[in-house]
């Protein structure tokens, strides 16, 4: 099975969105970001293995919330595009998915 480590700007954006996450939590608001997201976004933070499968999903995940990427001030739209890489991430996953067909 093929595995991706996230490069170091896809670490950097899911660091950026669990620290808006948490200032928001802080600040009274509600919590963005769902389980899985907020786990994504401690995987990529971590730079941890990412697999092609996992990829694929976060693809889509991309795919399906694009519009939610430029909320602003900060939504729950846009914590979560930042938890999932943000726009580093989005380009990621489409070259890893181009170059593995």
């Not at 093929?2 to 490069?7: A, D, G, L, M, Y």
């Not at 950097?12 to 389980?35: D, H, N, V, W």
């Not at 939504?75 to 999932?84: I, S, Y």
Request: glycine share 8%.
């Amino acid at each position: 099975m093929s595995t991706f480590i996230p490069p170091r700007e896809v670490a950097k954006f899911a660091k950026y969105g669990l620290q808006i996450r948490k200032k928001m939590i802080e600040a009274g608001f509600r919590s963005c970001g769902t389980p899985v997201g907020v786990k994504r976004a401690n995987q990529l933070a971590s730079r941890d293995k990412v697999s092609l499968q996992t990829i694929k999903r976060m693809k889509a995940f991309f795919d399906r919330h694009y519009k939610n990427r430029k909320s602003m001030p900060p939504k729950c739209g846009f914590v979560a595009w930042l938890l999932w890489g943000g726009d580093p991430g989005y380009k990621w996953c489409c070259d890893v998915i181009e170059s593995q067909r």
